[in-house]
DNA sequence: GCGTACTCTATACAACGTACAAAGTAAGCG
DNA sequence: CGCTTACTTTGTACGTTGTATAGAGTACGC
């Protein structure tokens, strides 16, 4: 199912202890019921009888700084002693407030999930709107932070946000006559969809951006070398296709294009499944 | 175009010195000439008159010993420190063969691109099956180099590989009524779904390994604390439909079903822009 | 007023890519 | 033959990451 399918990257966090994690390894190895309790802020309450000095911040402040970060330089400018100097503080302060850096990103993830603008479906809304609807809505989501297509989403952290989320885009199904198996492949494909083309896009954004280098400046430096792979005589289909793309998008990846272009077959193939 | 969104990540390598770079930054950055030589392998014929000693290995095995590494343990097996030491030499030896990470990284995408299975297509083949064909092969690819999905995949290197599978893969669209800017856009339509897809399979999959805990578990230990999550009143069609889906794929995500009932989609809306 | 539970801080580790410089090797030229 | 020189290979070093661990400071409950 789509949630089994929509959870955080989490940096190692074995039974016993583990330094310095390297990989994006998910996890749930942490404690499930501490994880379960900051999404749906149980603790929000000063629970009374607390022995020592109160805390300076909150688990909200935490993941503010941290979202702060990561929507303006992604994962990358995401580290633990980031957050703490964005908050005033050392990074170990951070550990009392969140158990890793796993966690927070689950609790990113499903803060960034609850503050989506969902507008009620229209009782007369075609399909095709409601779902092109939440398709723009992902994308929305996926350019504004750029950091989700570089988690691991697998085994969601089911906090409000990713139920939420999940109630209300099934919705957009109805009317399709779907079954419910049927449906949650039908978004978990559209998901799927948009989420690919976000990252392309992404992707393409960030080397520009990091290479100081257009993509029309590439293409010039790599010409006088090309002959070899431009050859038309060995691949006539990809010089040609390939120079024809080039002229139409200017050399540049053209991902508006390839979204529009994309979201219509994704429609189409969902029509023929039997709807209207 | 495709190839422009088809290309390597690379570890940083500004103009002037950068040590120890972080994130997945892509480049173009390093001397293109020296690259587009690597790709095909120019230097390989022992060009006369080198004053030094001779190399003790070469560029292939490098690549070669790079590549066991990564399709073992994914890129996070991948260290400089690993290849040379499968090699018998000290990590700074690399250097002499390949002028950094990231031009290996080019070197092994165009490597295992180049290695596919290219059944040549039967004339009388429906572009159905054609298009199938080329999806099921870049599902295999995906699922045997699970380090590609880690890729940031922008300006491909140009080599020889990169150009045959374009070449091929262009092909499968005759017959369907495409220009050929349409044709370019199908088939990274098509890419675009099968990679997302590998990228769900390969993510469920490390964290079924990493963790040591199966999905089945996961919901076992998770359930006593899901009251809320679950709840029927606030989430009607979400608890419902996860239910479903949760019977019907006995908890687990499902690849195998997610990628057929994917495909057709896509062939159902690439059939829709007017082919047969 | 004192013990105790808590917050916050300082220091430390291992791993990464690779810059830098030294050491070793063999070809070309006298 | 021996010197120069280009090249290969190696050892050491840096700055960065998440977080284990241990210590220092604080305020509630008795």
Redesign the interface.
């Known amino acids: 199912?789509?949630?089994?399918?929509d959870n955080a990257q989490k940096t190692?966090k074995g039974g016993s202890g583990m330094s310095g994690a390297?990989?994006k390894?998910?996890?749930?190895?942490g404690d499930?019921?501490r994880t379960?309790e900051l999404l749906?802020r149980d603790g929000s309450a000063a629970p009374a009888g607390r022995r020592g000095p109160r805390q300076g911040l909150t688990v909200d402040a935490v993941v503010d700084a941290a979202l702060a970060l990561a929507d303006a330089g992604?994962?990358?400018a995401l580290t633990m002693r980031a957050v703490a100097q964005h908050l005033g503080v050392t990074p170990m302060t951070l550990y009392t407030y969140v158990p890793g850096k796993a966690e927070l990103l689950d609790l990113m993830l499903d803060a960034v999930f609850l503050r989506m603008h969902r507008p009620p479906f229209r009782p007369e809304e075609s399909w095709r709107s409601r779902v092109t609807a939440v398709a723009d809505a992902n994308r929305a989501l996926h350019l504004g932070h750029p950091w989700l297509v570089e988690l691991?989403?697998?085994?969601a952290p089911?906090?409000p946000g990713?139920?939420?989320k999940?109630?209300y885009e099934?919705?957009a199904f109805e009317g399709l006559g779907l079954?419910?198996?049927?449906?949650?492949?039908a978004l978990?494909?559209v998901l799927?969809?948009v989420?690919?083309?976000a990252r392309?896009e992404l992707?393409?954004r960030?080397?520009a951006r990091?290479?100081a280098?257009s993509?029309g400046e590439?293409w010039d430096?790599?010409e006088p070398?090309?002959a070899?792979?431009l050859d038309e005589s060995?691949?006539?289909?990809?010089s040609?296709?390939?120079e024809?793309?080039?002229i139409?998008?200017d050399?540049?990846?053209d991902a508006e294009?390839?979204y529009r272009?994309?979201l219509?077959?994704?429609?189409?193939?969902?029509?023929?499944?039997g709807g209207s």
């Open positions: 199912m789509t949630l089994t399918c190692r390297k990989g390894s998910s996890s749930g190895a499930p019921a379960l749906w992604g994962l990358d691991r989403i697998v085994r089911l906090g990713v139920m939420t999940y109630e099934l919705g079954d419910d198996v049927a449906r949650d492949s978990t494909y799927g969809f989420q690919s083309g392309a992707d393409a960030a080397v990091e290479s280098m993509d590439w430096a790599h070398l090309l070899r792979a060995r691949f006539p289909l990809a040609r296709v390939g024809a793309s080039a139409a998008y050399g540049l990846y294009h390839a272009f994309g219509e077959r994704v429609l189409d193939g969902l029509a023929a499944l």
